[in-house]
Each structure stands twice: as structure tokens, then as C-alpha cells.
């Protein structure tokens, strides 16, 4: 297909094809006259996904490039595309805010509690730290004690989460390929966080009218 | 204290306490001298949950000053303040997307199959349609099979939060003030969605590195 009709099937404007193109994040058409390329399969699937990981997973462009990159690099370990979503969820939240000693050590001492082995330079782990000693301050208690300390805080939400992330990788296929693959993790990493918080929502929503109604 | 005091003991620049003030988010302090003010224990507080909500909440300044307008307001009953904190939480993520009428079927089933009442103008159904839309376009396959299906695909994930929302909601103490309460539930509402995902990060980081290991 012309790009005309690729901007149509997929909903994305020409020009913001043109700049992937540009960008390296789309790869080029089939040349089949000077100014002229053909589209296929690939580029509507490649623009759903960078589409779906900005608008909906509601990542940076800068953090689009960087998953679209690792997708592409059949050498890139696997590990390191789950490093790359993970540091994409992160961004702009705690990361590169100045976690106290403090709030380190109640992530630290959590995560022991909980049996969990995460690479320290996990940007989870500085985020996490930054919620903890939110509350605390707002609390008006040291970071140990936020929420009535880390455990009490977190575990019914840690407990939630474990069954998940257990399920989600062992059901990672194994005989699938490696770029079918490398998006499943991706697309499930990014898209089922934002699932699982707007789930909770409405089980909050459903809950408080009940509570109301009680 | 006075307001060089007041950041020093917030970590917030002088200029960001000055635009606060400007913009009301920030009650005035007592004045003590025609150009200057003596602040207190409750505006450290309000920095505090001001940037708690932009920085580790990750909201827009526009949702901030949304969410503190709300609790600032006697009159607001508590399930609009629990409806914008929700917004700011669904804000830039498929919420303006156009999301077909196919998706929005496909959330209302799951909803009905779930039993959850949510307002048809929630955001959160919004958003989980969108979810839904650009999995099951990147799976080439009708909205109601994204992931094999709503049901299969966000049944695990319903209900885990399920169990979790029914506690939070339960949990909210009665004989509290008001501001302290809805401080409470925004705070909640908004740093605890970042923490679930970022304990399914951590879990998944954990069981990513024993599946390797086996």
C-alpha cells in the first residue's frame, strides 16, 4: 500500500510516518519509483506498536526508541528488554529524585522480607523508595515506618503481584521467535501495568458505591 | 520558619514556593513584615503533598492543583475527589484516543462479568478499552480475543486487585477530619497504583532471574 493508505488503515498522520521513517523507527518501503515506497504488513504492525506504547502505555519518545531498538537488536539479551520497559515505566517518577539512605534501606529490608532478588541498579527499586518516603513525610514518620512500615504497607499489594509476575514468565512461550516474543514482554510489561492500575480503579470505583450504599 | 527556611526543609526551590503561592496552591504565610511571612508545620505539609503528587505520582501540575482544589473544598463530596484523582491517574493514556465502539462492548462484558458498577464516564473504562484495542491490533485479531479474550486475558489481574480495592476502600477510617481523610484516599488512590506496578516489576524482575536459573 501507498503511504496515503497506511496513514489510513493505521490512523497515524503522514507526517508523523515520515518522522519514524526519518527517525529509523519504521522501517523504509519497497522503492517503487523515486518518490514513491510500498507498505506492508510490517509497517501497519510497527505503528500499532509504537503507537500503542505512546499513546496508551504512555511512554516518552525517547523511551519508544529505546524498546523499538532492543525489539530490533537480535542480540540484545532478553533480560535487558525487560530492563529497558521496566526503565520506561519509571522515568520522570522517583527515579533521579534524591532517595534518602533511609528509604533505600526500608526498600532494601522489603525486599529481603519478601525473598526477591533485584539487580540494585533496579530503577524500581530507587521508584519504590520515593513512594515510601512520601508517605512517611506526610505521615510525619521516619521512612521505616511509613504506612505502618514497609511490610504492613506492602504486602497485601506485594502478595497480589507475586501470583502475577510468577504466571507472566513462566508463560512466556518458549518456542515462539525471538522478535514475537521480545514484543509479548514488552507489550505485556508496559500495557499491563497501565491494565492493572485502571483495574484497580474500577474495583475502587465498584467498591466505594457499594461502601456508600451500605 | 521563613521561606529560605521552608526550603531548605521541603528540598522545594524558593522560586517553586513563590509560583505555589501565586497559583493558590500554597496558602499565604503570616505576615510578619510588609515583604516577608512566617510559615508553618502546615505548609511544609502541603509542599510535601504537592510534590509527592507531581515527582513520585507523576501527575500533571494541572491535575496537582485539580486534586488540591478538591481537598481544599469542604463541600466536595469525597467520590469526586476519589473521580479526580482517578482522572489525573487515566490523563494522556487512550483517554482521548478514539476508541471504537468494539472496545467499549468488550470492557462493558468484562465489567458485567466481573459485577463491577462503574459510571459510564469513568475513564478507566475508557482506557481499558484502548488497552484492549492495541493488543488485540498488535494480535491482528477482533477486540473481544485480545489475549485469547477479556475474560482470560484480565481475569488474573481482577482479581488480585479486587481483593485489594475491597480491603482499601473497607480500610478508610470514619472518624477522621476531612482533609485527612481525602488526603489520605488521593494519596491512596494515586501512590499506591505507582506501587503495585512497581512491585510487578520487581516480582517480575525476580522470577525472570529463577526461570533463567532453572
Known amino acids: 500500500m501507498r503511504m496515503a493508505e497506511l496513514a489510513r488503515v493505521t490512523g497515524v498522520p503522514q507526517a508523523t510516518i515520515k518522522w519514524y521513517l526519518r527517525e529509523g523507527l519504521l522501517p523504509r518501503g519497497e522503492t517503487t519509483a523515486p518518490n514513491q515506497a510500498r507498505y506492508g504488513p510490517v509497517h501497519v504492525h510497527r505503528l500499532r506498536l509504537l503507537r500503542g506504547l505512546a499513546d496508551v502505555g504512555g511512554l516518552t519518545a525517547a523511551d ?5 531498538g532492543a525489539i530490533d537488536d537480535p542480540e540484545r539479551p532478553m533480560a535487558d528488554v525487560l530492563a529497558i520497559a521496566h526503565g520506561a515505566l519509571s522515568r520522570g517518577r522517583g527515579r533521579d529524585a534524591a532517595v534518602s539512605p533511609d528509604a533505600v534501606s526500608a526498600v532494601d529490608a ?3 522480607h519478601r525473598g526477591w532478588h533485584v539487580t ?5 527499586r530507587t521508584e519504590l523508595a520515593a513512594i515510601l518516603a512520601t508517605i ?12 505502618g512500615g514497609a511490610q504492613a504497607l506492602l504486602d497485601p499489594y506485594a502478595d497480589a503481584v507475586e501470583q502475577i509476575a510468577a504466571t507472566e514468565i513462566a508463560g512466556l512461550p518458549a518456542v515462539v521467535p525471538r522478535d514475537v516474543l521480545v514484543e509479548r514482554v514488552v507489550v505485556g ?19 466505594y458505591q457499594q461502601e456508600a450504599r451500605a
Do not use: K
Open 64 to 68: 519508544v526508541r529505546a524498546i523499538v
Open 110 to 112: 522489603f525486599l529481603a
Open 120 to 124: 540494585p541498579m533496579s530503577p524500581a
Open 136 to 147: 512517611a513525610t506526610l505521615e510525619g514518620v521516619p521512612t521505616a515506618q511509613a504506612g
Open 189 to 207: 510489561t508496559v500495557l499491563m501495568e497501565r491494565a492493572l492500575g485502571v483495574l484497580r480503579r474500577l474495583a475502587q470505583e465498584h467498591h
